[in-house]
């Protein structure tokens, strides 16, 4: 039973220029969140998708935007990118049960990221 | 605003030992908190949950205590090996699995 897979493992863009990720959940997962870890931090939820739509966001400005496909795989877009969007991109699956719901997330080994 | 300390500095302990981590947070009112640990260069594992109306939660070599009143988890490891080593998260429960971390505290086990 694989896990959540995320490609690619490592990225080296620079400033300026739009990167895009990828995910795919645990089988069996139907939500998907996006989290951003800087250096020596906790993870920072970006957002989450859930039937294909936004359901949540966090703090993080319009340059970052995603999507969910039928298949629940997901992709996470960033634009114009920052010096400082450098970082690890982690995805976490879940399987939703509501508002209430308190399902672990299963994370993949997320995407370094690096800005030059 | 909403807030999660961690101890920001590295637990030192000798193998054998138990570590104590300490999860602290502020204007939350959460219904659940969950642990993970993380590996250098790998994502988050999950480990225990513990709701709101559970005053500790066992697995195995680990326990987690859940003060609503202190707004406080603990975290321990009893009889810790250097296996052990690694940084562990706490994440209260906001809603719709939406987890906001601390910082993590790192520990590490010397043999």
């Known amino acids: 039973d694989a896990g959540v897979t995320q490609s690619p493992t490592h990225l080296i863009k620079t400033r300026g220029q739009q990167v895009t990720l990828r995910c795919s959940p645990k089988s069996g997962h139907d939500t998907v969140s996006w989290y951003q870890q800087a250096l020596g931090q906790g993870p920072q939820f970006i957002f989450q998708y859930y039937e294909e739509e936004e359901r949540q966001r966090g703090n993080f400005p319009d340059r970052f935007s995603g999507h969910q496909f039928p298949n629940y795989s997901s992709e996470l877009n960033v634009n114009a990118l920052l010096l400082g969007d450098s970082a690890l991109y982690l995805c976490?699956?879940?399987?939703?049960?509501?508002?209430?719901?308190?399902?672990?997330?299963?994370f993949g080994d997320g995407t370094r990221l690096s800005i030059l | 605003s909403q807030k999660i300390e961690q101890n920001s500095e590295a637990l030192n302990i000798q193998e054998g030992k138990t570590a104590t981590l300490t999860c602290n947070y502020t204007n939350y009112s959460p219904a659940y908190l969950q642990w993970y640990r993380q590996d250098p260069g790998r994502g988050p594992v999950f480990l225990l949950l513990i709701r709101e109306n559970e005053k500790e939660k066992r697995k195995e070599r680990l326990k987690v205590t859940f003060d609503t009143t202190l707004k406080q988890s603990l975290f321990h490891i009893t009889a810790s090996q250097p296996a052990d080593s690694a940084t562990y998260l706490c994440a209260p429960f906001t809603g719709f699995q939406k987890l906001v971390f601390g910082t993590g505290t790192r520990l590490l086990v010397s043999p």
């Open positions: 976490a699956s879940s399987l939703d049960r509501g508002v209430r719901s308190n399902q672990p997330q299963h």
